[in-house]
């Protein structure tokens, strides 16, 4: 097998200079609806297709041997965003982060650890084979375990607003409302998250004119949505490359490129440039931060029941946060979540799977080349999130060079259109998103 060569990161910012109709959602008769988002397809197709007018060769050098992954943009204020993961979550009320906008917002917080930590002491056997140092402890004492109430309560929640005067977990901690998740919008990370804005959308209805009799036609009113973002934000959008072609890619992206639908109409016309990347912490300090942001919400259960529960864990844990969806296929059938052979880890067989935020939805797209749509299939939601166990026998350092690799690299199909983007540990999962409350 062919050694892969290392790849390296690049952030493109594109910015539209015209709005923008994209369409992946079908058109329903005459309503067009736009895609808030540009997918990693429509940019790789809009840089291919301007190489391969150039020529072969110009269009090789880019696309031959391992190809760009060019992952979705998403619109953002003068930063990079995320879709939100589906762990998180806010108040049903007042959602979103609290911020200087001066709207009342409650704060988001996320629930990967806690869900894990509740869901493994109150169903400990679901994991006594993942863990087989508990297993023992874990059958002499199943039998009243499945009574153990939820104990993660949220900071600075006061019983007196509750209408049973009871702090409970599933609150938001200002209104005592419940907590709902958080769908289809976006959250910036640097330097802290915060809210993003809306991509603006405009709607235009007009009249086709009938050109045999050159006046307005009655069945030919049709409503177009277009992305109002000129002068406004521009997208984000990540592309996973091998280092030797970064080079390739700057001198591909100069001049203007085109995309989407109505161009006869002025849409669609972008300029894209190469920004410097946003800083994360490192791999080790975001395997570090996590782990013991896990062993924090065993402490509750470790405090109420001594005898039963702790927090010491062996082994490493990992969570994988999708940024864009990911075709995930084991023989043929579509999967809600990757095995462990998937990531391309060399201990395989010593890591475990142990819980999954993740849905699954129908994608489709249009193939530029073949002038088709592409066939319907079922990827896992942008945001889906998993929690992955590495036990002692993995050495850490090893693991995490290689979760580094995975981050680069993806998973499941169809990456080089945008699928599989990852964060591996995402601070979002460990962050004090609350402390924002205050
Ligand atoms: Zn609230």
């Known amino acids: 097998m062919k050694k892969l060569s290392e790849r390296t990161a690049v952030w493109l910012k594109v910015t539209p200079q015209t709005p923008l109709l994209l369409t992946g959602k079908t058109a329903v008769s005459n309503f067009q609806q736009s895609q808030s988002h540009i997918s990693g397809g429509t940019l790789r197709g809009a840089i291919g297709s301007k190489l391969l007018r150039q020529s072969r060769q110009a269009f090789e050098a880019l696309f031959a041997d391992e190809e760009p992954y060019f992952g979705n943009g998403y619109y953002g204020n003068g930063s990079p965003i995320w879709p939100f993961p589906l762990t998180a979550q806010s108040c049903k009320r007042y959602p979103g982060f609290v911020d200087e906008s001066g709207e009342e917002k409650h704060g988001v917080i996320d629930l990967l650890a806690d869900d894990f930590a509740y869901d493994m002491v109150s169903d400990p056997m679901l994991f006594a084979d993942l863990l087989p140092m508990s297993r023992e402890r874990l059958q002499s004492n199943i039998g009243d375990w499945f009574m153990i109430e939820r104990l993660d309560i949220p900071k ?49 209805t007009q009249v086709a004119i009938n050109r045999a009799r050159a006046v307005a036609q009655h069945a030919l009113l049709y409503t177009q949505e277009r992305l109002d973002v000129v002068d406004q934000g ?34 669609g016309r972008i300029v894209i440039q190469i920004i410097t990347p946003p800083e994360f912490p490192s791999i080790a300090g975001r395997l570090y931060d996590l782990n013991s942001r896990l062993k924090g919400a065993f402490q509750p259960y470790a405090k109420a029941q001594p005898d039963k529960v702790s927090a010491q864990m062996p082994g490493t844990f990992f969570s994988l946060t999708l940024r864009s969806p990911a075709i995930l296929h084991h023989a043929g059938r579509p999967l809600r979540v990757p095995t462990s052979q998937m990531l391309n880890l060399s201990q395989a067989t010593h890591i475990h799977p142990v819980r999954a935020w993740a849905r699954l939805d129908n994608v489709s797209g249009w193939d530029s080349a073949a002038r088709l749509p592409r066939r319907r299939e079922l990827a896992v939601r942008a945001g889906s999130v998993y929690l992955f166990w590495a036990d002692e026998t993995v050495d850490p350092v090893q693991l995490q060079a290689e979760l580094e690799r995975l981050e680069l690299n993806g998973i499941g199909a169809a990456r080089e259109r945008g699928f599989g983007q990852l964060t591996v540990c995402a601070p979002f999962h460990y962050a004090d998103l609350a402390g924002e409350n205050k």
């Open 156 to 204: 600075g929640l006061n019983p007196e607003k509750c209408p049973d005067k009871k702090a409970k977990p599933g609150r938001c901690a200002i209104c005592c409302k419940p907590l709902a998740p958080i769908n289809g919008t976006y959250f910036a990370a640097i330097p802290k998250p915060f809210n993003s804005d809306k991509v603006p959308v405009a709607r235009k």
């Open 234 to 267: 521009a997208f984000y959008a990540q592309v996973s490359l091998p280092t030797d072609k970064v080079a390739v890619l700057a001198a591909a992206i100069e001049g203007t490129f085109y995309i989407g639908r109505g161009r006869s109409k002025g849409n």
